[in-house]
């Protein structure tokens, strides 16, 4: 029998323990023993490498996080270490692997590919929905709900106390979190890095539509702006003159139950993971465009910075 293993790596999204469960059922399908490798690269370097079966995964599709835990690992950066989490998986006599992470995770396992040839399929595993090559990263459609009702909490008490609320949500240095959420939510405005927005235009038209009645705005901003949510807060109550509150969501957007869309990406994902090693592909990351999948090479994804999809700038732009 082959063995395959899974790990987790990164920040962790809901999605993660869908596709545990079906790593592991099918793997199984395929003839292959799965492996479960616990807390990301770190559990490559200490061993944490363990043969797993079906009641390995039950009762955990609907739970949010993974079962077998995440990192962000300092020691493999360290060519030294690599060369022991190489040895562990050959104790185990793995040549397959599944990374679910993000960029910086799998920057990671192109190294260690380059360097001992395991074969690994990437992935995309990351809130921040901001990996090259794929439109949809696993966990974001969760996200978005958690953010979404945060937001129409939000509305709830903006709307009842005349106030402006400014909200901020994850994503790194990408807007697309924060665009999304803004526009499906019906705020006013929507601060990220991949655009410097004219706050003088937005004085004009907040001001004029104060005069015209407008009692409570939502500005939502991404946290890898250059401007704190305090700055935004204290320009609404200046330059609008309305009494303004921030929240930050924080890593409540990284938990909750995950969504029907997540389970079932989860499944997609990790059926093309297992079909492309089984076909011979050995350093590509799966990538989901208008509705299909597609294997990409590692070098591609690593080399190509992230661009948020120009359809949704334009469809935002009175809010950005
Ligand atoms: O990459 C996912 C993410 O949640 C980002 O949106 C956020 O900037 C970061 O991780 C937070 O990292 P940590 O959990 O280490 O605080």
Redesign the pocket.
């Known amino acids: 029998m082959k063995n395959i293993a899974i790990l987790c790596s990164?920040?962790d999204?809901s999605g993660m323990n869908p596709a545990l469960k079906h790593f592991v059922e099918y793997s199984i399908e395929k003839g292959l023993q799965p492996y479960f490798v616990y807390n990301g690269f770190e559990g490559l370097i200490d061993n944490k490498i363990v043969a797993v079966s079906y009641c390995d995964v039950s009762g955990i599709i609907n739970r949010g996080g993974t079962k077998i835990g995440s990192a962000?690992s300092q020691r493999f950066l360290q060519e030294k270490y690599r060369k022991i989490a190489k040895e562990n998986l050959d104790k185990h006599n793995i040549d397959k692997l599944l990374v679910l992470g993000?960029d910086g995770s799998f920057r990671g396992i192109e190294v260690f590919h380059k360097e001992t040839g395991i074969s690994f399929a990437g992935v995309p595993s990351?809130?921040?929905n901001d990996i090259t090559g794929t439109d949809y990263c696993l966990g974001v459609d969760t996200a978005l709900g958690i953010i979404n009702c945060s937001l129409d909490a939000i509305r709830d008490t903006a709307s009842s106390f005349s106030r402006a609320f400014v909200v901020e949500v994850?994503?790194?240095h990408c807007g697309y979190?924060a665009l999304v959420s803004a526009l499906t939510s019906g705020a006013e405005l929507c601060l990220i890095p991949e655009k410097v927005s004219d706050l003088k235009k937005f004085e004009k038209k907040f001001n004029h539509e104060k005069e015209n009645g407008r009692k409570y705005f939502i500005a939502v901003i991404a946290?890898?702006i250059s401007q704190s949510a305090d700055e935004i807060s204290q320009w609404f109550e200046k330059n609008i003159g309305i009494e303004s509150r921030v929240t930050i969501l924080g890593?409540i957007?990284?938990g909750g139950n995950p969504s029907t869309r997540d389970r079932l990406m989860a499944y997609r994902f990790i059926t093309e993971a297992i079909d492309g090693l089984l076909l011979g592909n050995n350093d590509a990351v799966i990538c989901y465009n208008d509705g299909n999948f597609n294997l990409k090479s590692i070098d591609y994804i690593t080399k190509t910075t992230y661009q948020l999809d120009a359809n949704f700038l334009k469809l935002a732009k009175n809010i950005i």
Do not use: A, F, P, S
Request: proline share 0%; glycine share 30%; net charge neutral.
């Open positions: 990164g920040g999204v962000r993000g990351t809130i921040d994850m994503g790194n979190l946290e890898g890593h957007q990284r």
